[in-house]
């Protein structure tokens, strides 16, 4: 019910623009989150969004390079990345909460897309 795209390889200080479009169910009363895995490392909040698109959540590493937005209209959600780093190299999904504000634990997230491979070569 979610497909994330727009991953693929970039280098070090280059751009990408992952989308999350949702099928199936409407998400507009969703927050929705961002979240990336690297190789042996556990799965981590990115970026989060609340259902009105009014509050935001960044985590530390990506403050100021990634942004997040959603279309409610087009049931989809964006993770604009500047600035890529090697280190943001790992898969990322995307995932809708019933949260009633911002989510940030993969816990209160209930719908999983199926992850995009973004690398970031140096």
């Known amino acids: 019910q979610l497909q994330a795209s727009g991953g693929g390889l970039v280098q070090t200080g280059g751009s990408l623009r992952l989308s999350c479009a949702a099928s199936?169910?409407?998400?507009?009363?969703?927050?929705m989150g961002w979240f990336r895995q690297a190789p042996g490392k556990e799965r981590e909040s990115v970026a989060a969004?609340?259902?009105?698109?009014?509050?935001?959540y960044y985590t530390d590493s990506v403050k100021g390079r990634f942004t997040i937005s959603r279309d409610n209209a087009k049931n989809t959600v964006y993770l604009q990345m500047n600035t890529l780093k090697p280190e943001d190299t790992a898969v990322y999904y995307c995932?809708?909460?019933?949260?009633?504000?911002?989510?940030?634990?993969?816990?209160?997230?209930?719908?999983w897309g199926q992850g995009t491979q973004v690398t970031v070569s140096s």
């Open positions: 969004i609340n259902w009105r698109a009014s509050s935001t």
């Open positions: 199936g169910r409407t998400f507009g009363s969703y927050a």
């Open positions: 995932a809708a909460s019933q949260a009633l504000g911002l989510a940030t634990l993969t816990s209160q997230y209930t719908y």
